[in-house]
């Protein structure tokens, strides 16, 4: 069974400071893979996808992950934190078929300190 | 473009009663939407996968005679809560597939179903 697990459940960082969140996936075969951030009282909303392509990622808002087979993670980035970025993160991922549903990670609530 | 609704936001009812609810997609068509069940501060659980014109594919441990779930048109899809409970409080949200080769699922803004 694939699983997506994310370290921390709540992470910290100033603004103007890196953004750092951490996804690991467990799949016997390299499944598509995503972020999506969710505002409150709002949907998910897509940042950005990998899809076996491009490892490296480019998404919305300034976000981008890379996909690493030999760690078998998909970390989100950001070089430069904003308050608007403050919201709860999903890393999801599916077995690569487009009619799959998707295996959520806990998710990590990103805050952002003036 | 690719927005999904939900209709409603939210509901309250009474135990024992029938809820539905409703998942558009607004600005396409989608073969294929998922149902999925959002615990408070918990991650998103796929409860089924709903393919328009046949029945609806649960997850291991999802009710079928409780959440019954109709694709009856290639927009929109219908969760049935039935005899409700308080267990059955939740946070319900759905997602579709932008075509049929699509990999990515959009999501509705869910819906908040409280279960006096």
């Known amino acids: 069974a694939q699983s997506v697990t994310q370290l921390g459940s709540h992470v910290s960082v100033s603004e103007g400071a890196l953004v750092l969140l951490r996804c690991n996936y467990s799949?016997?075969?390299?499944?598509?893979l995503f972020w999506y951030v969710q505002y409150p009282n709002q949907g998910l909303q897509l940042l950005l996808k990998?899809?076996?392509?491009?490892?490296l990622v480019k998404g919305i808002n300034g976000f981008e992950a890379e996909f690493k087979k030999s760690e078998t993670s998909f970390h989100l980035t950001k070089p430069s934190a904003h308050m608007s970025d403050a919201a709860e993160y999903f890393c999801?991922?599916?077995?690569?078929?487009?009619?799959?549903?998707?295996?959520f990670g806990k998710g990590t609530h990103l805050i952002i300190q003036p | 473009g690719a927005v999904v609704s939900q209709h409603p936001s939210r509901v309250i009812c009474k135990s024992g009663t029938s809820v539905k609810i409703e998942c558009r997609s607004l600005?396409?068509?989608?073969?294929?939407m998922f149902w999925y069940r959002q615990f408070p501060k918990q991650s998103l659980m796929l409860m089924a996968t709903?393919?328009?014109?046949?029945?609806?594919?649960?997850e291991q441990g999802v009710e079928k005679d409780k959440f019954l779930i109709n694709h009856a048109s290639l927009t929109l899809s219908t969760l049935t809560v039935t005899s409700a409970h308080p267990e059955d409080s939740s946070f319900y949200i759905c997602?579709?597939?932008?075509?049929?080769?699509?990999?990515?699922?959009?999501f509705g803004p869910g819906t908040r179903l409280t279960v006096l």
């Open positions: 799949s016997s075969v390299p499944p598509y």
């Open positions: 990998y899809t076996s392509a491009a490892t």
């Open positions: 997602s579709a597939l932008q075509g049929a080769r699509s990999d990515t699922q959009y």
């Open positions: 709903s393919n328009e014109g046949s029945k609806a594919t649960y």
């Open positions: 600005d396409f068509q989608a073969t294929t």
């Open positions: 999801a991922a599916n077995s690569g078929g487009g009619a799959d549903g998707l295996t």
